[in-house]
């Protein structure tokens, strides 16, 4: 099955301007997440849907981040404007549904877009 | 949030060698996963666990859910020189978002 796509993989902007990154899941897949991946860190999360719903953002920082999944399928997110910190790879993952009966499902991730903020 | 702590951080090692990593939480967790990580690309699932004691394989590599629930460990046998990465493990409660660990990088040595 085609994994999960991201794009762009690389962007640099300068600080305060704005950038959109695109994520296609796996086909079928229900949960989506965005994850920001700072270098030398492990992937944090910032967002996660459930079909076109927001199940949890309690950690997107939602001054200057926004995201959505208006039919359930493709996500976007979105930085205006963008901070110096901002500058980490943003991976977005994909599962067949929030939990099943083996339990929590795993996710799969794409390659992620790397943003350079200058 | 939860802090998941990961060691060793780093591991150089011969090839042939086997490899072990563990993750320690302060919270308890109903699904224990390991990734690994290769520049430029996204985490890439390697074992998932369930339940508490569970032992899993997949080829070379085996994880455990530990008994309290707040530790899992990865082990790697037989190493080879693309075993090279970051291996992160996450972990999870029930309708709750994933936790990553720090990572353990490995370098392999041919």
């Known amino acids: 099955e085609a994994g999960v796509a991201q794009s762009p993989r690389y962007k640099i902007i300068e600080k305060r301007q704005s950038v959109a990154f695109w994520c296609n899941p796996i086909?079928?897949?229900?949960?989506l997440y965005w994850y920001q991946q700072i270098l030398g860190q492990g992937p944090k999360l910032l967002i996660q849907?459930?079909?076109?719903?927001?199940?949890?953002d309690s950690q997107l920082p939602k001054d200057r981040f926004s995201a959505e999944r208006l039919k359930g399928v493709d996500s976007t997110l979105k930085i205006q404007p963008a901070k110096l910190e901002d500058s980490a790879v943003y991976l977005c993952a994909s599962s067949l549904t929030f939990w099943g009966r083996q339990g929590n499902q795993p996710q799969h991730f794409g390659d992620g877009t790397r943003l350079s903020i200058l | 949030g939860q802090q998941l702590n990961q060691s060793p951080q780093s591991m150089f090692i011969q090839e042939g060698e086997d490899v072990s990593m563990n993750c320690t939480s302060s919270?308890?967790?109903?699904?224990w996963l390991w990734y690994k990580q290769e520049p430029g690309e996204g985490p890439v699932l390697l074992i998932a666990?369930?339940?508490?004691?569970e032992l899993t394989s997949n080829g070379r590599l085996t994880a455990q859910f530990g008994i309290t629930r707040k530790d899992s460990f990865l082990n790697i046998s037989a190493s080879i020189p693309s075993d090279v990465g970051i291996y992160f493990c996450a972990g999870q409660l029930i309708g709750n978002q994933f936790y990553f660990g720090t990572g353990t990088s490995l370098t392999v040595i041919p």
């Open positions: 086909s079928g897949h229900a949960t």
């Open positions: 849907f459930q079909n076109n719903g927001v199940v949890d």
């Open positions: 919270s308890i967790f109903n699904t």
């Open positions: 666990l369930y339940k508490a004691g």
